[in-house]
């Protein structure tokens, strides 16, 4: 049986991965100025910040319904496909419900909750399409996918918490403190759910390399396959200098890739965040 692999669009995942390991993505949605549109194919980040600026408040997010899944999940079984679907957080969101919803229904369709958001999600996607790839079944793919979203380590680093205000993740006057004092948050996704770090305070380009150092450094637990920078419209200058910062730390990573968030992440942290997100052993 050929093995299909698909995933949520908040995987995060470039065009060019998604052509490379033949994955097949289900938007989710942003709904601006009343109207509902697809994640990546209608709404892109660079609207997200737009509406921002212009109305002051965040847009909403609705997940992937059940008619979407179903509609995915049957033309692919009926290409003769068995499905191995992953799914962002189920504590982020109702898409895996829905998926798990559409997956009894169809048959033959192994649904993964990834336990993460962005491209910590995106990390098991390749896992499973490089085992499919390898002519894995989809019960393995399905086991060793889930087993391995424990292993992931994902966080990112905010450089305002204007987003995170706006949204009502924190409060006004946390909002006040952090803008004064400079702080820069780091978000990390634990057990399947976004939890504060560190706060680390001054310039976010300076900060954004001693979050990778603070990662990075003095590890023997990292798996070396790879690791993502992903970020929301950071510059050229900051993403090439902490690429340069993981290589001075961990020069052997087979792979450093680089994606540009997507509407989730950015909906929920804003313009020039960043993170590190690879495997542990």
């Not at 109702?94 to 990390?123: F, I, W």
């Not at 920078?229 to 990573?253: G, M, W």
């Amino acid at each position: 049986m050929n093995i299909k692999i698909t995933a949520d669009s908040t995987c995060d995942l470039s065009k060019e991965l998604l052509e490379k390991y033949d994955i097949s993505i289900v938007p989710l949605y942003v709904v601006m100025n009343d109207k509902t549109m697809r994640d990546g194919l209608e709404v892109t980040p660079d609207d997200i910040y737009e509406y921002v600026d212009k109305n002051g408040k965040l847009p909403s997010t609705s997940a992937a319904s059940l008619g979407d899944y179903l509609d995915t999940f049957k033309y692919w079984r009926e290409q003769g496909y068995e499905i191995v679907h992953f799914d962002i957080s189920s504590d982020f969101s109702s898409t895996h419900h829905n998926a798990c919803m559409a997956a009894e229904e169809v048959g033959g369709v192994y649904v993964v909750d990834s336990r993460n958001l962005s491209t910590g999600q995106g990390l098991a996607v390749l896992h499973g399409a490089e085992m499919a790839q390898s002519g894995k079944s989809a019960k393995e793919i399905y086991d060793e996918c889930t087993a391995l979203t424990s292993k992931i380590e994902a966080s990112f680093v905010v450089d305002s918490i204007d987003y995170l205000y706006k949204g009502g993740r924190c409060s006004a006057l946390a909002a006040f403190g952090a803008n004064l004092l400079k702080l820069k948050p780091c978000i990390e996704v634990k057990d399947g759910k976004m939890n504060p770090g560190k706060k680390y305070r001054g310039n976010i380009s300076r900060v954004m390399l001693n979050y990778v150092e603070e990662r990075l450094r003095g590890r023997d637990d990292i798996d070396k396959s790879r690791i993502f920078i992903t970020h929301t419209k950071c510059s050229k200058e900051d993403v090439e200098a902490v690429r340069q910062k993981i290589l001075e730390i961990c020069p052997d990573f087979k792979e450093i890739l680089e994606t540009t968030a997507g509407c989730t992440v950015t909906t929920h942290c804003g313009p020039n965040t960043l993170g590190i997100l690879f495997i542990r052993k």
